[in-house]
């Protein structure tokens, strides 16, 4: 099996191109230095137009939405629970444990939010 290298390339001011093996060996001290790098750009966050883009764009941030939720969870030891709706109305959904466990935890921690938010509701509702 043969392994994949990557080098990058310093471009000089004398036309001439150096392979680089490894990006930390770039001086950065010398501002004639260009070097050229791939990278993704930016993008502009708004609705996509076109409908076979846009479900393509869903399917690939869902999947890539519910591996950082399981890795969330595995990593930090935390209980996760997402949900997801598609435009059509499908559900989408990763939990940790379970879904049901998560929301009767999301219920009971709102409540308790709520009442240290706003105590006046509890004396209200016990007279």
Request: net charge positive; charged share 30%; hydrophobic share 30%.
């Amino acid at each position: 099996m043969e392994r994949q290298h990557s080098l990058l390339f310093l471009h000089h001011p004398t036309n001439t191109l150096t392979p680089l093996t490894h990006p930390r060996s770039i001086s950065s001290k010398n501002p004639r230095v260009k070097v050229k790098r791939m990278g993704r750009g930016k993008i502009v966050i708004r609705r996509i137009d076109n409908s076979t883009s846009r479900q393509v764009t869903f399917s690939k941030r869902r999947k890539g939405l519910i591996k950082k939720a399981k890795e969330l969870a595995i990593l930090c030891d935390a209980e996760v629970g997402l949900v997801i709706f598609s435009s059509t109305g499908k559900l989408y959904e990763y939990a940790s444990n379970s879904m049901k466990s998560v929301i009767e935890r999301y219920k009971t921690c709102k409540e308790e939010h709520q009442q240290l938010i706003n105590p006046e509701s509890e004396v209200k509702g016990l007279s």
